[in-house]
């Protein structure tokens, strides 16, 4: 078996997360304003990559360019409005207080805090709660049209984990209109010429000149060639990992590989484990099925989640006899209502998915897998009617409806005098990975140069990340603190030349593309990608879900060693190295995400307490709740790399200073 | 659900240069599979008899990212109104029925392989006006500029599109009329947009020109097909603000 070597594991010196001196609320203020910039003159002699164009990386890239520097840009799609984030639904966070409900920046700083149950950085999450207004004043100008009220101003809405209304929204298109404001500004600056856009583009090593970052190969997904690409700095904008469990809310692109290229060349890694799963997906049907739909967490501001009471009631259901509506107010359980009378249905995606288990463990699902549970829109249709729940959801509604085939707008049933309506089925599923890239304070990574925003990055959301929130990072990141951060690192590079692309570092670094490329290609054996694609996805589910014990973790890295074998030995991918060929392209990232869920296990085996969207079910309260262990837990875990795929990794441990706030046992109940 | 056999006539093609013709295939798929996850079995199929897969776009599968644009039956995104290729489930098709699948058919879309076609005139038609010029810092309050709720709306449904391609592929003439109004009056209908009104609208009109999109002859096949339901009253409203522009040259 795999195991971490204890004895090994380092401290990592307090300094190296570089968080600024001062109190909390200034600590932001005291950066900007010791930190060294590059003048204009010299910003036009830097060239930065930047590797992805989701929200953390086009407004990284426009502000940038906006800046004076020179920018390269990559997506693997065919062009940089399609990344991810364009899916988003919900909503993005600040901190406005424009409903005057008491909000404020400390609010959504605690609140963040809280949500990731005690685990992320304190001075990160300030700044990002600190940045929040401007990012919707940014948004504004930018023509984004949130949301109005009929008198012109902007309006909120709320999401799990707070007791404010402070979520901005654009209909359920939130994160397509802020990505399409994004990609507005970077097509200004690619039409000046500051940005240079590669789309169908795919990052497959950083290259490493004298310890410091240096550029990338990436490869031309329409001609099949590899590509060099030289600069002063790298940024790693790539999104998350969530596709390492195959089925997922994540587009099917994404992919973890660039930031395994960069773990594999020594950027730590770091909590891997903390893994978001969201209660409110469509439930799966099928084998065939290829990803998961989410129904956005806002339903929940309207949606009330049930089982029945009655297990016989369950089994009926189970056993398609009789429908959601067929069972009155007094037989239904509002269990996240009845456990968490604070915040009701409204307690964060981590509680509210174990909530969810646990229901359907005990046998109460409501669908023929007895994996679901209802979502139920009758009380609000009885309130304020279908026009209104329509005008708010209904986009939601239709989604669902060609999914399902079933209306949830739709009347069911009355009994005694009350009208029930068809309410959705809904399930638990992966859907955002906090754990991410380590970063210190002004997002490098632990290699010079190397820099990593949005997603990729582990930086602001702890244990578990609040709904609307990672809009917020991956827009604070990319607009307001990057474009400072990265001229701390840049002042002292304006007299290095941009490096050429024909030195050793990166005729090696583009030879071992091209062989491990060669390697995929003459395995030749029997399965296709997706077929050991859907394996992983299943030992990840079963083993390092939602509930995590230390003898399945143990199972999971041996299969996942036994899956490893078999991907080098029976894999099949067509074709050949020339032109276009995505199942090798496929084959390139699931050979990532073997690695990463391993990192996944490792993580979660050495973790020995439960917290936010890590759940180990030996350290739980006898009420179910997630037990937390301060005093041995209170870190981030780095994972260094050690030079193979196959050995185990080493952990550092960054441990946590709170000085702001008290850290305490998360409650949600009253 | 009700399991159902389906014959996929399907454009395939080796590159931009080659030569294209049908082929079809025989899948065994289900009503409550969608039309993509459908393809995904194919493609199973394919591999296992050691056969080049269809390449195809797509990637959030629920019809946001616009990247899916298949031509089926005959209709961009197929029979479904309002909903991406992506969002349409087999229970739309019958048990036994032929279904032609082909790429987006326009000289400005040309095809890279099979299915996949490059749309990179629409990125290079919003870069040259599809902006608000602003840089980032220095915004003033967001609630300082209040922005009737009318507006705003129009503003949201215009900006609803998604940049698929569909009224191009739909439209006899390949005119991109419909993905330009829909962003010229995205910002024509805010405050933030009038400083650029006209440079943008002669900008983006003048691009779309150069890269060989063809004429709006008000068929409004683009508007019928649109899956994000784009209305054709955004040309009108584009018509007008280029020839205030032109007027004012
Ligand atoms: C269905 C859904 C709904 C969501 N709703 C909300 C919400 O309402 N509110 C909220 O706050 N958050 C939401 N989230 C989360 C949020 O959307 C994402 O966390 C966020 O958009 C990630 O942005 P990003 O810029 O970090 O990465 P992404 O948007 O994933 O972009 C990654 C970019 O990297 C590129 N890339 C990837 N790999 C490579 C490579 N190897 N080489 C080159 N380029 C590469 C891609 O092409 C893409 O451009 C939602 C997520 C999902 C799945
Ligand atoms: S795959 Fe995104 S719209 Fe169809």
């Known amino acids: ?670 | 659900m009700a399991n159902m056999t389906v014959n996929l006539k399907v454009w395939r093609q080796a590159g931009p240069k080659e030569k294209g013709e049908f082929r079809t295939y025989t899948v065994e798929t289900d009503t409550d599979t969608s039309f993509l996850e459908t393809l995904d079995i194919l493609n199973e199929q394919l591999v296992n008899n050691h056969e080049e897969p269809i390449a195809f776009d797509h990637d959030c599968r629920e019809g946001i990212c616009g990247m899916c644009s298949l031509y089926i039956n005959g209709h961009p995104h197929g029979p479904a109104t309002g909903a991406t290729t992506c969002q349409l489930y087999m229970r739309r098709f019958k048990d036994g029925e032929t279904i032609t699948v082909e790429p987006w058919r326009s000289a400005a879309f040309p095809v890279i392989k099979d299915l996949m076609v490059n749309r990179n005139a629409f990125d290079q038609i919003q870069q040259a006006g599809g902006y608000v010029s602003f840089n980032c810092g220095g915004a003033q309050d967001a609630n300082c500029l209040p922005i009737s709720k009318v507006n705003a709306d129009m503003a949201m449904d215009s900006a609803t599109c998604i940049g698929c391609g569909a009224c191009v592929a739909a439209c006899k003439n390949g005119s991109a009329m419909l993905f330009v109004s829909a962003k010229v009056s995205q910002f024509a209908l805010l405050p933030q947009g009038q400083v650029e009104r006209k440079r943008r609208a002669r900008a983006m009109v003048k691009k779309m020109d150069e890269l060989g999109f063809g004429n709006c002859t008000n068929t409004g096949a683009c508007e019928a097909e649109c899956p994000k339901c784009i209305k054709i009253s955004n040309i009108a409203r584009l018509n007008r603000e280029f020839i205030k522009a032109k007027c004012s040259d």
């Not at chain 1, 240096?214 to 329409?222: D, E, F």
């Not at chain 1, 603190?481 to 701390?488: A, C, D, E, R």
């Not at chain 1, 996805?537 to 299969?559: C, N, P, Q, S």
Request: charged share 25%; with cysteine.
């Open chain 1, 1 to 670: 078996m795999a195991t971490i070597d204890t004895e090994k594991v380092k401290v990592m010196n307090p300094a190296d997360s570089k968080i600024p001196e001062g109190p909390i609320a200034e600590k932001w203020t005291n950066y900007k304003a010791h930190q060294k910039l590059v003048n204009p003159a010299n910003k036009r002699r830097l060239t930065v990559i930047v590797v992805g164009t989701g929200l953390a990386g086009a407004s990284a890239a426009s502000t940038l360019a906006e800046m004076g520097f020179n920018v390269l840009n990559f997506c693997i799609q065919d062009s940089p409005r399609r990344a991810h984030s364009i899916a988003a639904q919900g909503g993005i966070n600040a901190a406005k207080n424009y409903q005057n409900d008491g909000d404020s920046v400390y609010r959504l700083f605690y609140d963040t805090v809280k949500g990731g149950d005690y685990r992320a950085r304190e001075a990160n999450v300030y700044r990002l709660a600190e940045v929040s207004n401007n990012i919707i004043d940014q948004c504004v100008a930018q023509g984004v049209p949130f949301a109005r009220e009929y008198g012109g101003l902007l309006a909120n809405r709320s999401f799990g984990g707070a007791q404010v209304s402070r979520t901005f929204y654009a209909k359920g298109q939130t994160g397509q209109q802020l990505l399409l404001g994004a990609y507005s500004s970077l097509n200004r600056q690619i039409n000046l010429g500051k940005v240079k856009s590669f789309n169908r583009y795919e990052m497959h090593d950083v290259v490493m000149v004298d310890g410091r970052a240096r550029g990338i190969i990436a490869k031309n997904l329409v001609t099949g060639k590899f590509e060099r690409f030289s600069a002063h700095a790298v940024v790693i904008a790539t999104g998350g990992y969530g596709n390492a469990y195959f089925l997922s809310t994540n587009a099917m692109g994404c992919n973890c590989s660039a930031a395994m290229a960069c773990y594999r060349k020594g950027a730590y890694f770091a909590n891997p484990s903390y893994v978001q799963i969201h209660p409110t997906c469509i439930p799966v049907h099928g084998d065939q099925q290829s990803k998961l739909t989410l129904m956005s967490e806002s339903l929940r501001n309207d949606g009330r989640i049930w089982v029945p009471k009655d297990i016989e009631d369950a089994k009926k259901l189970q056993r398609g006899e009789i429908k959601g509506s067929d069972i009155p107010e007094e037989r239904r359980d509002y269990y996240l209502e009845r456990r968490y009378p604070a915040f009701g249905n409204l307690v964060p995606r981590d509680v509210a998915s174990r909530a969810a288990k646990e229901r359907c463990d005990k046998g109460f699902g409501v669908n023929n897998t007895g994996l679901a549970v209802f979502l139920d829109f009758s009380e609000a249709i009885n309130r304020l009617g279908i026009d209104v729940v329509r005008q708010r959801y209904g986009n939601l509604f239709d989604m669902y409806e060609e999914i399902t085939d079933v209306n949830p707008g739709e009347k069911g049933n009355e009994i005694n005098g009350t009208v029930y309506y068809n309410p959705m089925m809904i399930f638990p599923a992966i859907h955002y990975t906090m754990g991410g890239i380590w970063v210190d304070y002004e997002l490098q990574t632990s290699l010079k140069g190397l820099f990593a925003i949005g997603e990729c990055n582990f930086s602001d959301h702890g244990a578990n990340r609040l709904g609307a929130s990672a809009l917020m990072q991956g827009l604070a990141d990319g607009y307001f603190v990057l474009p400072y951060t990265i001229q701390n690192y840049l002042s002292d590079q304006i007299t290095v030349p941009c490096p050429g692309t024909d030195t050793p570092e990166f005729d090696e670094a583009e030879k071992k593309c091209v062989e491990a490329q060669n390697a995929l290609l003459k395995i030749q054996g029997k399965r296709s990608v997706d077929s050991i694609h859907k394996e992983l996805g299943h030992i990840m589910w079963e083993y390092v879900g939602m509930g995590r014990t230390k003898e399945g973790l143990t199972i999971a890295l041996d299969k996942l060693k036994a899956l490893r074998k078999e991907f080098e030995t029976n894999l099949y991918v067509p074709g050949s190295a020339e032109g276009m060929n995505n199942e090798l392209d496929k084959a390139f990232r699931l050979k990532d995400f073997i690695t990463m869920g391993e990192l996944v296990a490792y993580d979660a085996l050495n973790r020995n307490e439960s917290c936010g969207g890590h759940f180990r079910e030996e350290y739980q309260t006898e009420e179910g709740e997630a037990k937390r262990d301060d005093e041995n837990y209170f870190y981030v875990a780095c994972w260094d790399y050690q030079g193979s795929d196959e050995k185990a990794p080493e952990l550092i441990k960054e441990p946590l200073h709170y000085e702001a706030i008290k850290v305490q046992t998360r409650n949600y109940k009253s």
